[in-house]
């Protein structure tokens, strides 16, 4: 890649995308049932140079709900995650580096195959809170590694969800030390098409070491014009203290997009 000219001060772009789907049928001899679905989505960064110093902050939300005629609305999608990370120039591509990373959801999620359904996650149930100190390489905006080899994670429920995702029982915080890497690299397959990757892994030192946290987000858009798009998001999520199973989920879409 075509090495990028030092800057001074902000940058700042972003993306928010919405796709849509339905479907409606009358007479459909085949069957089917009406279906709305949508899904909002924000991806934006704003990273800042002076210097010595380097400071990126990217905010990752998405929100999705779909209409079943007859079975009511579910929710399809739900996060929030800020990411946010100081560097100092060391030599070369290497900076010391402080991260901070923050996760959680908006509304509640359930269980619905349980009757009645059952509440299974909410706002800061669970949270993660994760920072800590280490070494920052990064060639450009769009391919950097975050090394902590002593990083802080903090995990928060609420009292409903007391003893769940890794807390003790009549606990609402779980604490952790270990180890944690990530990496970030976005680049362009071809014209108008894109792809992203984020990939987190973490270790705790304090309790099993070996069972090794992964979180990995892959994204490929590709653009029809300014404002239409064809999105295909994948997430991946290894943590046995959330569920003994990997977590998967794929979200494609003809979608509109809007730059900023």
Do not use: C
């Not at 807390?167 to 690299?185: C, I, M, N, P, Q």
Request: charge should be neutral; charged fraction near 20%; aromatic fraction near 16%.
């Amino acid at each position: 890649e075509k090495k990028e000219e030092p800057k001074t001060g902000w940058e700042k772009n972003g993306t928010i995308s919405f796709l849509f789907n339905q479907s409606a049928f009358s007479n459909w001899i085949a069957g089917g049932e009406n279906t709305v679905a949508g899904n909002l989505g924000i991806n934006y960064d704003f990273n800042y140079v002076n210097g010595n110093l380097t400071w990126d902050n990217k905010i990752i939300a998405a929100y999705g709900i779909n209409n079943i005629k007859g079975s009511g609305s579910k929710k399809t999608d739900d996060r929030f995650e800020f990411n946010s990370l100081v560097g100092k120039k060391a030599k070369k591509n290497w900076y010391y580096s402080f991260f901070l990373n923050f996760k959680t959801q908006f509304t509640d999620g359930y269980n619905y195959t349980t009757t009645p359904k059952t509440t299974t996650s909410a706002f800061m149930a669970p949270g993660y809170l994760t920072f800590g100190p280490g070494m920052f390489w990064k060639k450009s905006d769009n391919f950097k590694i975050n090394i902590s080899p002593a990083t802080s994670k903090m995990t928060f429920v609420t009292d409903e969800f007391s003893g769940q995702y890794g807390t003790d029982e009549d606990k609402t915080l779980r604490y952790e030390l270990g180890f944690y890497a990530s990496a970030y690299h976005k680049t362009t397959l071809m014209e108008n098409v894109s792809m992203e990757n984020i990939v987190n892994v973490y270790s705790n030192y304090l309790e099993n070491p070996q069972n090794i946290d992964i979180d990995h987000q892959l994204a490929f858009v590709m653009q029809i014009n300014k404002y239409l798009s064809t999105n295909l998001r994948f997430h991946t999520i290894v943590d046995d203290n959330a569920s003994k199973k990997v977590q998967f989920k794929e979200v494609f879409g003809l979608g509109i997009n809007y730059l900023f």
